[in-house]
């Protein structure tokens, strides 16, 4: 059986592309069970991710997909944080 590489997947919430996550935003989901914007892509706990762009973020409140993908309470406040991280580049 060959090694299968475990190449960490970035796929963002809104348009469903994987990338290297260089322009996305990482959401986690801390073991207490809070969503959070992580900045520094370094907190513990279950990631997803979001290009950072309106349109990927828009696709992603109108799914709840980050959400989903954090198997975790999200509300429409974390949706406009994150395009508030957009337009602050
Ligand atoms: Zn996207």
Redesign the pocket.
């Known amino acids: 059986m060959p090694a299968v590489k475990r190449i960490p997947e970035r796929k ?1 919430c ?4 994987s990338g290297p996550g260089k322009n996305m935003i990482r959401i986690v989901r801390t073991p207490d069970g809070d969503v959070l914007i992580d900045e520094t892509g370094k907190k513990n706990g279950r990631g997803a991710y ?2 950072r ?1 309106e349109s ?1 973020i828009t696709k992603a409140a109108k799914k709840n997909s980050i959400g989903k993908s954090l198997n975790a309470q999200t509300d429409m406040t974390l949706y406009e944080e994150l395009k508030k991280r957009c337009t602050a580049d």
Do not use: Y
Request: proline fraction near 0%; charged fraction near 0%.
């Open positions: 963002c809104g348009c469903g592309v979001v290009c762009n990927c």
